[in-house]
């Protein structure tokens, strides 16, 4: 899966889980992650969020399939950070794994 396509997929399934993300924070968020980059996952994860979570009742849901898009790494990437550590920067810069 391109990253553009992994990038559309999550958005359509953050609106299909109710959270309305506009056309308008869709280009906002492409536009905070071109000036920060997309090598690190947490830096991916707070500009999304930035971006498109409008609501404290969001977060659960926009971290769930931020999870499910954009996963830690298998081995010592996951090892670093499963599920019960929501630290950030547990993935090594540039390594991104995801749904096929």
Do not use: C
Not at 1 to 26: C, Q, Y
Not at 37 to 61: F, M, N, P
Request: charged content about 25%; overall charge positive.
């Amino acid at each position: 899966m391109t990253l553009v396509n992994r990038h559309i997929a999550f958005l359509e399934a953050l609106r299909g889980a109710g959270l309305p993300v506009s056309l308008a924070e869709d280009l906002d968020a492409i536009a905070a992650l071109g000036v920060l980059g997309w090598g690190e996952r947490d830096v991916i994860h707070d500009a999304y969020a930035a971006t498109l979570v409008k609501r404290r009742a969001q977060r659960s849901t926009f971290d769930t399939l931020f999870d499910l898009y954009f996963p830690r790494l298998v081995g010592e990437g996951a090892a670093a950070g499963g599920p019960a550590d929501r630290s950030r920067g547990a993935s090594p810069p540039g390594r991104l794994a995801g749904p096929r």
